[in-house]
């Protein structure tokens, strides 16, 4: 590849074999994370948002399209996470789910086999929590200790949205506050164990107004916290 460079010093055009332009540089927005604020550095952005659960943030190709953007509502620079093609029929029927809220979901390798769950913004898919792999626990457990996070986490950020599950034991659970499961304690499962107990002690010592709802998967297709893994 042979590129011609701009006029030098000395009017010479300069020929330059293999020549390979320079990356652009970005500058980066987080509304939220450590610390809030603009950095010129993918590392710098990367520090404050890693690990940090609902971490909102996103690149630009200036420093002052970035500073414009913090000032402003972040979910319009946020991109949507695709979503499959609804069944038009059943949503006469149902409605349609609340954008403006979070869903939760559940993966398990067998069951009772390793177990992770996690929580999502619905209308972005933007994770806000994401707990495990643990060694021994079913989808139901899974569901259930979903719900609860997205419960604590959201009376803690003092937000009232809506939570769907695509469980109804899950759900059915959160509203007796009682776990109905068929696994047994064991030293495998143990921390699975202490979650379920730590979750019912924050049902049984805490109220909330946020509806928890049942995503109608039939109608709207995966959960936006589906782990994709079917």
Not at 191 to 199: G, M, N
């Amino acid at each position: 590849m042979s590129l011609t460079k701009p006029d030098d010093d000395s009017g010479n055009s300069i020929h330059l074999q293999g020549f390979i332009p320079m990356k652009k540089k970005k500058f980066y927005t987080v509304w939220k994370g450590l610390k809030p604020g603009i950095y010129e550095t993918w590392k710098d952005c990367e520090a404050q948002v890693k690990g940090f659960g609902g971490a909102l943030y996103a690149s630009f190709e200036s420093k002052a399209e970035a500073q414009k953007a913090f000032q402003s509502d972040p979910w319009q620079f946020l991109k949507s996470k695709p979503k499959p093609a609804p069944d038009a029929s059943l949503i006469k029927l149902v409605g349609k789910p609340i954008e403006n809220s979070i869903a939760v979901d559940a993966a398990c390798s067998g069951n009772p086999g390793v177990m992770e769950y996690q929580g999502v913004y619905t209308a972005t898919g933007t994770e806000i929590f994401h707990q495990g792999p643990f060694p021994e626990g079913t989808i139901n457990i899974g569901e259930f200790l979903a719900l609860v996070h997205a419960l604590a986490w959201m009376k803690k950020e003092k937000l009232s949205l809506p939570v769907y599950s695509d469980s109804r034991n899950a759900i059915l659970w959160v509203r007796q506050k009682k776990v109905n499961t068929k696994l047994i304690p064991s030293h495998k499962n143990k921390k699975v164990f202490e979650l379920i107990e730590r979750a019912l002690h924050w049902l049984n010592n805490n109220d909330f107004s946020n509806p928890v709802l049942k995503w109608e998967t039939k109608a709207w297709g995966e959960i936006p916290a589906d782990f994709g893994r079917k």
